[in-house]
């Protein structure tokens, strides 16, 4: 596989460098020996809260060695071309040190690369952080990860057109062991095989879908060869369409039920807490016992939330579970949600499904199909740049489109 055809979504969204977005300011040249006094001066009546990437002094070194020192003052509006539009606080400022301000243009955003940050130098120094982390993948794959990658990228394809209507499919792989912790499709909606009031069906522990070991790119052209006919077919697809259910609720007969919330990752999590409560059921036991103690003890509540009592679904055939996964033997401790795994979807996630893959924890997504309708990871948000969130994966795009499959064939 060329490793061309796994390609990172970054945090945030690339700007070209030659043409990055700027904001104008007000600046002024300032004698080197007043320079602490003036940036700690304006640190307090005007901090530059959303441009705290650039820098308040800008160093220039002269012709014969003299130093010249400029320092940003403010921001200017647009149109501002007057001393006069500086604000009051700033003119006593400026008085003091009878100094002398200019507009120019400083960087808007914060650089993403060292190429960015040279760049932006040009108009201004900014600072420049690179990621203190390095998650695998980003700086490439080689020949045996690309494989891997490819490999369980294939499973989802296969999975979510398994039974001719295409759906959305998601994989949970442990990456560690290139095993498969769980898969699931789309199960927004359903046949009903009997009367039962439930509003969605037990899910299902793991794919019965072998992976194979070769991606041979013929097996998925069909899923381009007739644009027309895929597009059509697209509809069923939960993150491409969230509402949709709701519309076709109304239309429907009643031999379909409905479930909003089961888009494939919803279900593939589910199934991957369903394995490990069925691997580690012992500890299920002492989570009982801190909800209970929980109850007696109201003062706990503002101690963080505790996972709630959950049922072991019963696993009808062992040979399931030791072929999916490690025993429980074999598992020193049980999993914490779905820390250090990855997970394929065919499709981009919506917001839904990338906030819960969040809160599992889940290391790297890996998509084939971007969502221009509701994607959160590239499409119409980014997510995995949110800085507010307390976790943050790392997200790639595995490109299988038609184009890209005829490239794989040489």
């Known amino acids: 596989m060329n490793n061309q055809l796994i390609v990172y979504i970054p945090d945030e969204e690339p700007h070209d460098l030659h043409h990055q977005p700027t904001e104008s300011v007000f600046a002024s040249a300032i004698d080197p020996k007043h320079a602490n006094q003036i940036v700690r001066r304006l640190n307090q009546i005007a901090p530059l809260e959303d441009l705290r990437h650039v820098k308040r002094i800008r160093k220039k070194v002269l ?12 921001l200017a509006s647009e149109g501002d071309n007057q001393l006069d539009n500086v604000p009051p606080h700033l003119q006593e400022l400026i008085s003091s040190y009878q100094l002398s301000p200019f507009i120019t243009k400083v960087c808007k ?22 990621r203190t982390y390095n998650i695998e993948g980003i700086t490439g794959f080689g020949k045996e990860d690309s494989q891997s990658v490819l490999k369980f990228m294939r499973s989802a394809v296969e999975l979510a057109t398994s039974d001719g209507l295409v759906v959305n499919a998601a994989v949970i792989v442990d990456p560690s062991a290139k095993q498969i912790i769980s898969s699931a499709r789309d199960q927004i909606f359903a046949w009903n095989t009997s009367k039962d009031d439930s509003c ?22 069909h899923l381009n060869s007739s644009s027309n006919q895929f597009k059509q077919r697209y509809t069923d697809v939960a993150c491409l369409y969230p509402w ?6 109304s239309q429907s007969q009643s031999s379909y039920y409905w479930h909003p919330l089961r888009h494939a990752a919803i279900v593939a999590i589910e199934s991957s807490a369903a394995r490990d409560r069925c691997l580690f059921p012992n500890e299920e036991n002492s989570e009982e016992k801190y909800l209970e103690l929980d109850h007696e003890n109201p003062s706990w509540r503002s101690s963080p939330a505790k996972r709630q009592k959950t049922v072991c679904a019963n696993v009808e055939d062992d040979d399931k579970l030791n072929a999916h996964g490690q025993t429980s033997d074999q598992l020193s401790a049980r999993p914490y949600l779905c820390t250090g795994y990855d997970i394929y979807l065919v499709w981009e996630p919506c917001t839904m499904c990338a906030m819960a893959l969040v809160h599992q924890r889940i290391r790297r997504i890996f998509y084939a199909f971007p969502n221009p309708n509701a994607g959160a990871l590239g499409s ?31």
């Open 63 to 74: 012709e014969g060695g003299e130093i010249q020192l400029s320092v940003v003052l403010c």
């Open 109 to 130: 955003y914060a650089a993403t690369s060292k190429e960015e940050w040279q760049e932006q130098c040009k108009f201004w120094p900014t600072s420049y952080h690179p």
């Open 200 to 221: 969605y069906r037990k899910p299902e522990l793991f794919s019965s879908h072998p992976v194979s070991n070769k991606f041979d790119p013929h097996e998925l052209l």
């Open 244 to 249: 949709q259910w709701a519309e076709q609720q």
């Open 380 to 410: 119409v948000q980014r997510l995995q740049g949110e800085k507010s969130l307390n976790h943050h994966y790392a997200v790639f795009r595995v490109m299988l489109p038609e184009e890209a499959l005829h490239k794989c064939r040489t």
